[in-house]
């Protein structure tokens, strides 16, 4: 790295004041208890956006620090458990133009508004639909077939035949002689990519008399009523009986803990209500494994399940685990171990070596389900290509004779796949190269679109009738940002005989929602892995490509690519970052500050996003915040779905809701949607920001951020500057240590050895 900067003199720190706010939202102030405790009634949707916190109220791995403690990190965190982007300290603020409110509506008025979709839950529902029609098609396909059903012609004499030989009433002898095969039809000619949107999803709203029913029973019970939307949403027109016969099922409203949901329980039960009752015993198995999924694990070893609960009080964690699987709340998992049989030594005495134990997994059924139907999938596209001989560099050749391939390299190496893909169009294949975000799209320079924008059919090639893309390749970029449930939608809706290129650098931060889709594909070894040999250039590219292999090197940046700007505190580093964006890169770089992107560990403490937001508003768009905290012209992030962060800017408020610009295309967050969706947007977390570059990235790295970095933290913090990067530097030698030690806390998942059963046979 550089020597600090001495460009400007250092200044005494201006006094920002700290947030003294829990790091998750603050709840609806007059809500009302649930026994000893309050339920937030504006608490964040566990899965939006890149930096939710888990419902322990715990920093997940996206969050970075609680007020004053350091973001955690990978694996015990989330790079992407989803960003619960909270606006303004109460539900009751409101976005207005001219007299009009655009705001969270309560009461009679969130009956309408649950009636209304956003474009982001019309996007999720249409994904889940497309999912449930895929599914219902696998099942048909692998279920058996009725005699004659759907059948005629040869298919039907053939399945007769079949069935007669194994009824023994005709000898198999008389059916050896196959009629000569039809010729393969062959692939149909390359379409011109057309844009496909799909038809809005209705989504009914609960009755009235649901609601009224929900909120009496929420109100039986000491819970706040601004709870009567989410409970109806969540369990549907039987939440009223729902939540009488068990109290418990109140848990799986996002933000609410346990301690809520027992005081809710006391409240309706009495004295039938206690610890060891077994329906909370149910409900707690499964809020633990939610929380995990936060923290990106599709799976828990049953030991870390029984020590959750015995946290919680549960008298007899053993009895509830088992009473959580009988009741099919939670499925088990043991992966068998292939190496279990040993060769007889030639000395028989000699005991043989015991086989490690296996251990024993816990997980809910979706993940389950997403990570056997990608690991089928990727299977099936590994194994229903035709290889063929294609004459180019080692990615083009290993696609041409591969279904599924992996392609790793830094940001330089992005240039391999998408030469890749252009070589494809020329032999007149059908081509998508997808990114993870907009920012990313826009920086290739060449026919793209995003992952969200491919499955919701908004952009794209369309679909057949059986609903998969009409692709004959597929190129993904920023594949570590593939969470589980995407990735299994993703190849489901791939036709046998497409490859599947897999493309990103392996030491950023991993995805937002559950799952390390391209660290078990590159860890299972069951596909080509080309390595790209392109190095990123110049001073930025030396340096992050060091810190890739633990080396935290000092580099020389005669143009000021690199710049390191010590601080002594919290404070000091907020004026510094704020004195950087809006004088000093613009002065000496050249890159003015809407093009310049804060990054820091975490949305909480005194020079968290928070902070830094209100200091870079203040300096750069000072305003009231008229629009529900919000003025035209401020820089925004915003979530529209789990995993996904778009930054805009705001243009203007209306019934409608707020509108933004993004990348050069306006959208409109609905006003139900501006508080939980929407923060502001000049500083971001190294979660929100992996997949985007700027011109010009700041880091901070404050004090009290030292336990929540890592190696993959600052590599993906880094390397989002495309021409320079200044670091807001505070915490001595936890950075260099942080960079040498490379620990990363893994996620449990099971998509790697479902892949190696799967594909090591035709590897060996």
């Given at each position: ?10 200044e ?24 000893d ?59 207005s ?8 509506a ?13 474009e ?14 895929i599914?219902q098609r ?7 077939v009725?005699?004659?059903a ?25 059916f ?22 799909p038809?809005p ?63 809710f ?17 149910v ?21 870390a ?10 008298p ?27 060769e ?5 005495r ?53 279904g599924?391939?992996?392609?790793t ?16 169009r ?6 998508a ?30 679909r057949?009738?059986?609903g ?15 969470d589980?449930e ?17 493309s990103?650098?392996p ?30 250039p ?15 090197n000092?580099?020389?940046?005669p143009g ?27 002065r ?13 560990v ?42 996904r ?38 500083a ?20 009290d ?8 933290w ?34 449990t ?16």
């Open positions: 790295m550089t020597e600090p900067s001495r460009e400007t003199p250092p005494a720190a201006e006094p920002v004041p700290g947030e003294d706010e829990a790091a998750t939202d603050r709840p609806a102030e007059g809500a009302d208890g649930v026994g405790h309050a339920v937030s009634a504006d608490a964040p949707a566990e899965t939006e956006g890149d930096d939710a916190r888990s419902a322990t109220g715990e920093p997940s791995e996206q969050d970075g620090p609680a007020e004053g403690t350091p973001d955690q990190t990978a694996d015990g965190a989330t790079d992407g458990a989803a960003d619960e982007a909270s606006v303004g300290d109460s539900a009751d603020e409101v976005v133009t001219d007299g009009g409110e655009v705001g969270a309560d009461g009679e008025e969130a009956a309408k508004a649950a009636a209304e979709l956003s982001a839950q019309a996007e999720l529902a249409a994904q889940r639909e497309l999912r449930a029609r599914e696998k099942a048909e396909k692998a279920g058996p009725a005699a004659g759907k059948l005629s012609g040869k298919a039907a004499d053939l399945l007769a035949a079949v069935r007669a030989v194994e009824s023994g009433t005709t000898a198999g002898s008389a050896l002689e196959a009629p000569e095969p039809e010729p393969r039809r062959p692939a149909p000619a390359a379409a011109p990519a057309t844009t496909v949107r038809a999803v209705e989504k009914a709203a609960a009755s009235t008399e649901t609601l009224a029913a929900v909120r009496e029973v929420l109100a039986r019970g000491g819970a706040p009523e601004a709870l009567t939307g989410q409970v109806a949403a969540v369990l549907g027109e039987g939440a009223p009986e729902a939540l009488r016969e068990d109290p418990w099922r109140l848990l799986s409203v996002p933000g609410v803990q346990p301690e809520h949901a027992d005081g329980a006391r409240a309706l039960l009495g004295a039938e209500c206690g610890p060891g009752d077994p329906r909370r015993a409900a707690l198995v499964a809020w633990l494994l939610e929380r995990a999924a936060l923290k990106g694990h599709t799976a828990l070893e049953e030991a399940v029984r020590t959750g609960l015995a946290s919680l009080s549960v007899d964690p053993d009895e509830a685990v088992q009473q959580a699987i009988s009741e099919g709340a939670v499925l088990v998992f043991q992966e068998e171990d292939d190496q279990a049989v040993q007889d030594t030639e000395d028989e000699e005991p043989a070596p015991e086989a490690p134990d296996v251990p024993v997994l816990l997980g809910l059924d979706r993940y389950a389900l997403a990570e056997e139907s990608l690991a089928d999938g990727l299977a099936r596209l590994a194994k229903t290509v035709t290889a063929a001989t294609w004459d180019g560099p080692e990615l083009v050749r290993a696609a041409g004779a591969h599924l391939v992996a392609h390299g830094g940001e330089a190496a992005r240039s391999e796949p998408v030469a890749l893909a252009e070589a494809a020329e032999r007149g294949l059908r081509v190269v997808a990114a993870h975000s907009e920012n990313g799209v826009r920086r290739l320079g060449t026919q793209a679109l995003t992952v969200s924008a491919l499955l919701s059919g908004a952009a794209g090639p369309g057949d009738e059986e998969a893309l009409a692709l004959d390749l597929l190129v993904v970029l920023d594949a570590p940002q593939l589980v995407t990735a299994a939608m993703l190849v489901e809706s791939l036709p046998d005989g497409c490859r599947l290129v897999l990103g650098d030491g950023v931060l991993g995805s937002a929602g559950a799952g390390r889709v391209f660290g078990d594909v590159l860890a299972a070894r069951v596909c080509p892995q080309v390595a790209s040999r392109v190095p990123d110049g001073p930025l590219g030396e340096l992050v490509s060091g810190i890739g292999i633990g080396e935290l000092q580099v020389a940046a000021k690519e690199v710049v390191i700007v010590p601080v002594r505190d919290a404070g000091e580093a907020v004026h510094r970052s704020v004195q950087l964006v809006a004088d000093s890169i613009p000496a770089i050249g890159v003015p500050a809407e093009q310049t992107q804060v990054i820091t975490g949305h909480g403490g005194s020079a968290g996003t928070r902070a830094l937001n209100a200091a870079l508003k203040q300096r750069l768009n000072p305003g009231p915040g008229r629009f529900g905290g919000f003025d035209p012209g401020d820089r925004v992030a915003y979530v529209p779905a789990p995993g962060t778009v930054i805009g800017t705001v243009v203007s408020a209306d019934a409608e809701g707020l509108w933004l610009e993004c990348e050069g295309e306006k959208l409109v967050v609905p006003k139900e949607r501006v508080e939980s969706a929407l923060r502001h947007g000049w971001l977390t190294a979660h929100q920001a992996a997949g985007m570059r700027w011109p010009a990235a700041v880091v901070v790295l404050p004090g951020a030292a336990q929540g970095l890592s190696r993959a600052v590599y993906t913090a880094f390397g989002r500057g495309e021409r320079h990067l200044s670091v807001v530097h505070g915490v001595d030698q936890a950075l260099p240590r942080a960079v040498a030690e490379g620990v990363v806390q893994e996620r998942t099971r998509l790697r050895p479902l892949l190696e059963a799967l594909l090591a046979v035709e590897e060996e």
